[in-house]
């Protein structure tokens, strides 16, 4: 019996011996069945170490390998490797994410499965030590050897053992399948629009750094064509035989952007991995990756884990977007293990954006990322025009400026779309008594209560605490309560009442929980079914509706107030996406935005379009500051369901934290401080911030340091490491 040293999705920071009857270097990456204790677990092997720190009279051994489950490959056990060290977190769990749901095997075997294989470089290799007794595997080795592809249904009728056979050297990566469209003439037809200087030469660069890890930040102001440039290079690479991955960052975007790259490119096999698929047709998309079948994937930041055999290039859409972040768990980045990956795998990586992160502007200025830039709009007709309009004056009805009534009219007059956003669902965002001031709360959260009047529901959009619209109030008794402030709903009913023959329709969360609601209404835009259209920030991501030319936009002040250091940088992009919805066909667009600072630079920025300036003036500030890029940070982030102990837990931390810190040049631990929600769901929440110039100081404190609350975190306390964090909550 040999030794594997299995990973499992358990939350502790080491890794668990097992006996195999067969263990080898092809044991790596594989799914075994193993027992823990009282349970059977689903773990990823990551080593075939020759000896044990327990002894094997005590060790387990395998109940079997999971062939149904694709093997994780070698660059993406590299790539958990260094997520789990970088964001703290233990590898078995840091692997989840690298293992699809398996599905229902009854449903899986429905699945039309890949029409031919080809052997690999390492099939090539491994079939050489074949021992002369093998003869079903040297049988198939021979079918094989020497032939570009073979039919699927050619192998297994060679012999019933072909099946398992095949199973078995797809798992250790002897074979791969080739795409059906492999095995007839491919004229990699590309239907595109023509493009522009800025933009061959941008795709020109990509595919000169095929086979380079080469970091590209592409610069598009709104409407320039990034996407054209992505599926152009996409293209190119696909017909060398390659995989490409996209990633992009709201599940919401698939649908459209889906469509665009099947039109521009026909030829090639595309498949979706996000999680709002259902497991089975996750599984499935996950194996095509896995085998090779699926040459462009596109999905949102969990498919960076994806098993790609043959990935020859990365695209991030939107990469400046917070929804890369994943917020709990394993708390990464997916474009900086995009960037990660690359490197592994000796491939271009392309960020793009019309607004870049500061960080990754710094890292292009610095001569790490090579700078793309689109200058001009791919669409005819120039940028939008904006305007600044007073928020609050004498003409303002239901929260709508005259200026921006009159801009809606002339489009209803025209058959044109406007579009109003505001980024809060719900009709208001609190409840308040006229009389005694008394506010709407969560019983559960440091939060006010949002008004939903048409779910007649006070409910909380940070823990779904839900409770019945007060009659009166529960501390005076007086009956004259006022909803304050404006939420999508509000904004809905004052519309209709404004503009009553208008077809309006309100686009969020809410109003699109329902399966397929949010393709419905996608189609009623684009089929002109609608006039009137109020969104959140799911509206102002990529999407593209020829009839929309003019963008309201109301409540942006709210930002401006914000303690995040990045709420500027935040505003200033959503600002930037939301105006590049009007005018994208040949119609002329125009934004109008409310607000109560029009003089605030970073309201003249965008008036002038000026994404450097904007820029500029916040990196200066964060220069000065010492705050990203200038500077790494992490967070120690604490929760329980008393105040008391997470207090008690925190300043042990904190003191212990100095202690360690001493030791690592640059790295400062600051004390203790509560949340700016500092309860959610019923529990007390509190962070420490920790700060170095660099990282690699910071990473040596980090290990140091959370070796010492893994020993020392009492068990009614929740915590976690945040690296990079992108929210100071």
């Not at 009805?397 to 044109?416: C, D, F, N, S, V």
């Not at 605030?600 to 000026?610: I, T």
Request: with cysteine; proline share 6%.
């Amino acid at each position: 019996m040999k030794l594997l040293r299995v990973a499992l999705p358990v939350p502790v920071y080491r890794e668990f011996d097992y006996l195999s009857p067969d263990a080898g270097a092809e044991s790596l990456g594989r799914c075994v069945r193993v027992r823990l204790g009282p349970r059977r677990l689903l773990g990823v092997v990551v080593a075939t170490p020759g000896e044990s720190a327990v002894p094997r009279e005590t060790l387990l051994a395998i109940e079997g390998y999971a062939d149904d489950v694709p093997r994780v490959p070698p660059d993406v056990l590299t790539l958990a490797r260094f997520a789990a060290d970088y964001y703290q977190y233990p590898l078995g769990l840091t692997l989840a994410h690298a293992v699809p749901p398996r599905g229902r095997q009854s449903a899986l075997s429905r699945v039309e499965q890949p029409s031919a294989y080809r052997l690999t470089e390492a099939g090539i290799a491994g079939i050489r030590g074949l021992p002369a007794g093998a003869r079903r595997q040297i049988e198939l080795a021979a079918a094989l050897q020497g032939r570009p592809s073979v039919p699927r249904a050619e192998l297994l009728a060679g012999a019933p053992s072909a099946r398992a056979l095949l199973g078995r050297w797809l798992g250790c990566g002897w074979i791969e399948s080739v795409p059906a469209a492999a095995d007839t003439k491919r004229d990699g037809t590309v239907i595109l629009p023509e493009l522009n200087t800025g933009q061959r030469a941008a795709v020109q660069a990509i595919v000169a750094a095929a086979g380079t890890f080469q970091p590209f930040l592409l610069h598009g102001v709104t409407a320039s064509g990034k996407t054209e440039v992505y599926l152009s290079a996409a293209a190119a690479v696909i017909a060398d035989g390659q995989q490409v991955l996209m990633l992009v960052p709201e599940i919401n975007l698939t649908p459209q952007l889906a469509d665009r790259i099947r039109r521009a490119l026909p030829f090639a096999r595309i498949v979706q991995l996000h999680s709002n698929l259902p497991d089975t047709q996750r599984l499935v998309a996950w194996r095509e990756a896995a085998e090779g079948t699926a040459q462009f994937v596109l999905g949102t930041r969990l498919a960076v884990f994806a098993p790609l055999p043959r990935l020859g290039l990365i695209v991030v859409d939107e990469e400046h977007d917070l929804s890369y972040k994943q917020q709990d768990g394993l708390r990464y980045v997916a474009r900086d293990l995009a960037v990660y990956r690359a490197r592994l795998r000796n491939a271009p990586v392309v960020l793009g954006s019309a607004t870049p992160a500061l960080e990754t502007l710094w890292q292009a200025r610095g001569g790490r990322y090579r700078l793309l830039s689109l200058h001009d709009r791919a669409i005819a007709g120039a940028p939008p025009s904006i305007r600044l309009v007073p928020q609050r004056d004498k003409q303002t009805m239901g929260g709508i400026a005259a200026a921006l009534r009159a801009a809606i009219e002339a489009r209803l007059a025209r058959g044109e779309q406007s579009l109003l956003f505001i980024n809060r669902r719900g009709y208001a965002p609190s409840l308040l008594c006229v009389a005694c001031a008394w506010a709407a709360h969560c019983q559960r959260c440091s939060a006010r209560l949002v008004v939903h009047l048409e779910e007649k529901c006070l409910r909380c959009h940070h823990c779904g605490y839900e409770e019945p619209i007060a009659r009166a109030c529960p501390m005076c008794g007086n009956q004259d309560l006022l909803p304050l402030g404006f939420g999508t709903q509000r904004l809905e009913a004052v519309l209709k009442e404004l503009f009553p023959t208008a077809r309006i329709a309100r686009i969020d969360a809410d109003s699109t929980r329902r399966k397929g609601s949010w393709i419905a209404l996608l189609g009623a835009i684009l089929g002109r079914e609608l006039d009137i259209l109020v969104g959140t920030q799911m509206m102002v991501k990529g999407h593209d509706f020829p009839g929309l030319t003019l963008v309201g936009v109301l409540g942006a002040d709210n930002a401006l107030y914000s303690a995040d250091f990045r709420a500027t940088e935040r505003l200033f992009a959503q600002l930037t996406q939301v105006a590049g919805r009007a005018g994208r066909a040949d119609l002329p667009g125009e934004v109008i935005i409310q607000t109560d600072f029009p003089a605030h630079p970073l309201y003249q920025s965008l008036l002038r379009h000026d994404y450097h300036a904007h820029a500029e003036a916040v990196l200066a500030e964060r220069r000065q500051l010492e705050l990203p890029p200038y500077s790494r940070l992490a967070l120690l982030r604490a929760e329980a369901s008393r105040r008391t102990a997470i207090e008690r837990f925190l300043a042990a931390a904190h003191i212990q934290g100095q202690v360690f810190a001493a030791g690592f040049a640059g790295v400062r631990i600051f004390p203790a401080v509560a949340a700016r929600m500092a309860r959610r769901a019923g529990f007390e929440r509190a962070h420490i911030l920790v700060q170095s110039a660099t990282m690699k100081p910071l990473q040596g404190f980090l290990g140091t340091w959370r070796a010492w609350l893994t020993d020392h975190a009492p068990r009614n306390v929740r915590w976690g490491i945040d690296v990079d964090p992108q929210e100071l909550d």
